[in-house]
């Protein structure tokens, strides 16, 4: 039995070899996330994956899980520790090797394996590691779930069990690219842009765009665990700069962007204009309706308004959802509602059956974008683009705070606005016409101009979105009035990236 874990440990002294070092804020609402090892050493790993046996056993979950870990240069020896944890529980174990979040989803289906550990930070930082857990497929972890886990380790309860199998599986890999093109090869010659930033992605999707039929341009796509130019992340203007200047130089039909464990992807189009998902959602929900008759989607609450406003989606009888920002809770909504699709602002759609199987996957995404304009054989990525109704959107901008700090702020936020509202105030010179808090406060005004103020589900961040249907003054306009509020909260330091107002 392991000792029970302690979150004030230091690196180099002989308690940090001995005791598993866990800091509790590193459970997340659906994900787990830590410094390594400033915040969890490898006996701490240890500990959550005993944890996760006992927790699979109280919820009369058969003990069967995949791993695999994304490509970063600690990734592996966390992932070992955290098996090890698991096999003294008594689970087994189905290690996939290096691997994206979508190729062990898919692992859980192909190999009939009920749980699911992936072993990755995505797109944070280097340093970070992180743990990416379900036991009913496609779902993932929740916040039930994740609070549970949470008591069982830090309380040190969970108690070793015999019959813990290792299974290594080579060709996961091979076996996930092969199913991604089992399909019809794409009749309209396509050249896209690939662009990695040196996450695992590299390894593994332009494979499988080229497999379809695809003219691949490669950006970044070597593997480089130091992320030498941009963190993989395709909500990062950095990254997305990157590939513009790729597609514009190369006269490249579409650019694809994957993070750093290939579950999201952001899109350029063909003149180099960087396209937010939520926008490439409603161009999606735009063609996808037009061959399901009365659709349904979901789009998280950073999502553009055009969901609700378009008149195409409108005349094809669509009906969107607005709900929680964040993989699970977007995955499991999805999955509830038996939407099409879910699109999530930051990259992350979900495809249902028949169109997938209910996971998050950045390749499937970008297969579905090379369908839609196989379908449109005399447009453009730009045309479609264009065809929309025009808006004025900031990228997703995220100040620092603290994760024991950030949901205090937001709490305030949310107070402030409601109490504005209720006394008929006014924000950026309108009247507010809606509020949603079911995550955050997203702020409507009478034009239709819109604020979200949220906590990061991952990182000590909140996250501020703004869009106006209206114009770029009435969007800068609502964000004066966010940011001048969180300027007056102490916690709140600096932005990630920043519109000008």
């Not at 230091?10 to 509790?24: G, H, M, S, Y």
């Not at 750093?260 to 959602?281: K, L, Q, S």
């Not at 369908?371 to 900031?394: C, V, W």
Request: charged fraction near 25%; proline fraction near 6%.
């Amino acid at each position: 039995m392991l000792p029970k874990p302690r979150a004030d440990l230091k690196p180099n002294t002989a308690d940090f070899e001995r005791i598993p070092l866990v800091k509790p804020t590193g459970f997340r609402e659906y994900d787990a996330r830590w410094l390594f090892p400033q915040e969890i050493n490898l006996l701490g790993l240890t500990a959550v994956g005993l944890g996760m046996a006992t927790l699979f056993e109280e919820r009369g979950v058969p003990k069967r899980i995949v791993t695999g870990h994304d490509y970063r240069s600690y990734s592996a020896s966390v992932k070992q520790a955290l098996i090890n944890g698991l096999l003294a529980g008594g689970c087994e174990v189905h290690d996939i090797g290096l691997a994206l979040s979508p190729m062990a989803y898919f692992a859980q289906f192909d190999l009939d394996v009920e749980g699911v550990a992936m072993v990755t930070a995505s797109h944070n930082d280097n340093g970070w590691t992180g743990i990416k857990m379900g036991l009913n497929r496609p779902l993932t972890f929740g916040p039930d779930e994740m609070s549970r886990l949470k008591e069982i380790v830090l309380s040190g309860t969970s108690k070793p069990a015999g019959g813990g199998r290792l299974i290594f599986v080579p060709d996961m890999a091979e076996r996930y690219m092969r199913a991604l093109a089992d399909r019809p090869k794409l009749k309209r010659k396509l050249k896209v842009v690939a662009a990695c930033g040196n996450g695992t992605a590299g390894a593994f999707a332009p494979q499988v765009l080229e497999a379809v039929g695809c003219e691949v341009v490669p950006l970044d796509t070597q593997l480089d665990y130091t992320f030498p130019r941009y963190n993989p992340n395709p909500e990062d203007m950095g990254m997305l700069h990157a590939i513009a200047e790729a597609v514009v130089q190369h006269k490249a039909d579409v650019g694809f962007g994957f993070d750093g464990d290939g579950d999201r992807c952001g899109v350029v189009d063909n003149e180099g204009n960087e396209i937010f998902a939520d926008t490439v959602g409603v161009m999606l929900a735009r063609d996808i309706s037009a061959q399901h008759k009365d659709a349904v989607f979901v789009a998280d609450v950073k999502s553009t308004g055009l969901f609700m406003t378009d008149p195409v989606l409108i005349e094809n009888g669509a009906k969107t959802l607005y709900w929680k920002t964040g993989h699970s809770y977007m995955k499991r909504y999805t999955f509830e509602q038996k939407a099409l699709v879910g699109f999530e602002k930051s990259g992350h759609f979900f495809f249902q059956p028949p169109l997938g199987r209910g996971y998050d996957d950045g390749l499937v995404a970008a297969l579905a974008v090379c369908d839609m304009l196989q379908r449109a054989p005399d447009k453009t990525m730009a045309d479609l683009r264009r065809a929309l109704p025009k808006t004025y959107q900031s990228p997703t901008m995220s100040p620092h705070c603290d994760d024991e700090k950030k949901y205090g702020v937001v709490d305030r936020v949310v107070a402030h606005y409601q109490k504005l509202a209720a006394d008929g105030g006014t924000v950026a010179g309108q009247k507010i016409r809606d509020l949603v808090t079911v995550n955050g406060v997203r702020v409507t005004l009478e034009d239709g101009t819109w604020g979200l103020v949220r906590a990061s589900s991952n990182k000590p961040e909140l996250v501020v979105v703004v869009e106006s249907p209206v114009s770029e003054a009435n969007m800068k306009a609502i964000f004066a009035d966010i940011d001048g509020l969180l300027s007056q909260q102490p916690e709140v330091g600096e932005y990630n990236q920043k519109i000008e107002v």
